[in-house]
C-alpha cells in the first residue's frame, strides 16, 4: 500500500500565482486533513474532510480551498498564492472520526512562493 | 493556537541514553497522541492514550499522562541513531471529528 500520497513534493511559485496540492489515500479511510508546518510553530490545520463531498474550515483557512469530489482524493488550492504561504503542507487521512484513531501522513509537499 | 507545547525544544543524548521529552497542553482531551517526524518526512504515529489513563508502553517507549496537571511526557529508553527525529505530541478534544492540535516539537539528535 502507498498509504498517503502527495504531489508535488516540490513547487516554486510567483505571487498571484494558482495552483493545486493533490492527495491520495488508499486505505478506505473517511477523514483527510490539510495542514501547514512553518518552522517553530508545528502542524496547523488548514482544512479538513469527513466524507467524500464534504469540508469543513481548520485553525487557519484563509486563502486556501479544498474540495473532496472522490473518497480517496482531497485537493488543496490556492487562488492568488502570498508569500506568506511558503511552507510545507502535509496531508494525512484517518479512519474515521472516533477520538480514537491516529492520523497516517504523507511526505508533504515543499511550496515556495516568490 | 497550539494546544501543545514541548519541553525541551532540543535534546543531544549518546546512543544507549535514555530520552524524555515533555509535553503540557490546555484544555481538557480526550486522548493525546506522540508523531515522530524524520528529516525531509511526514509525521508517523507512535503511541495513543487516552485520558482515562495514566501510562502506556510500545516496545522501547513509555509514555505517562497526567490530566490533572494537563501534561505528558514520552521515554525513549536505550535510544539508537536512529531515534534522531523530531517529536511532536498532539492533542484530540472531544467531539472535534478526530481533529488533532499539534505542539512545536522536540528535536532529538542521537549521537554514537
Known amino acids: 500500500n502507498a498509504g498517503v500520497t502527495q504531489t508535488p513534493k516540490f513547487r516554486v511559485l510567483k505571487t498571484g500565482q494558482s495552483m493545486t496540492l493533490l492527495c491520495a489515500q488508499d486505505?478506505?479511510?473517511?477523514?483527510m486533513y490539510w495542514y501547514r508546518q512553518d518552522p517553530g510553530m508545528g502542524l496547523r490545520l488548514i482544512h479538513y474532510?469527513?466524507?467524500?463531498?464534504?469540508?469543513a474550515k481548520g485553525e487557519v483557512p484563509d486563502g486556501y480551498n479544498v474540495s473532496r469530489l472522490k473518497k480517496q482524493n482531497f485537493l488543496l488550492g490556492l487562488e492568488s498564492a502570498a508569500p506568506s504561504q511558503t511552507s510545507v503542507y502535509f496531508c494525512?487521512?484517518?479512519?474515521?472520526?472516533?477520538?480514537?484513531?491516529?492520523?497516517?501522513f504523507g511526505d508533504g509537499t515543499r511550496l515556495s512562493i516568490l | 493556537s497550539q494546544q501543545g507545547e514541548e519541553d525541551p525544544q532540543a535534546l543531544s543524548i549518546q546512543e544507549g541514553e535514555n530520552a524524555t521529552m515533555n509535553c503540557s497542553y490546555k484544555t481538557s482531551i480526550n486522548n493525546l497522541q506522540w508523531y515522530r517526524q524524520n528529516s525531509g518526512r511526514g509525521l508517523v504515529h507512535l503511541i495513543l492514550?487516552?485520558?482515562?489513563?495514566r501510562e502506556k508502553h510500545s516496545g522501547r517507549l513509555r509514555v505517562t499522562l497526567d490530566t490533572s496537571k494537563k501534561s505528558s511526557s514520552l521515554l525513549i529508553t536505550a535510544s539508537r541513531a536512529a531515534d534522531t527525529a523530531s517529536y511532536f505530541c498532539?492533542?484530540?478534544?472531544?467531539?472535534?471529528?478526530?481533529?488533532?492540535?499539534f505542539g512545536t516539537g522536540t528535536r532529538l539528535q542521537v549521537t554514537l
Open positions: 474532510s469527513v466524507g467524500e463531498g464534504t469540508t
Open positions: 494525512a487521512s484517518s479512519y474515521s472520526g472516533q477520538n480514537n484513531q491516529p492520523q497516517h
Open positions: 498532539a492533542t484530540a478534544s472531544s467531539g472535534t471529528a478526530s481533529k488533532l492540535t
Open positions: 492514550i487516552r485520558s482515562n489513563e
Open positions: 486505505m478506505n479511510h473517511e477523514y
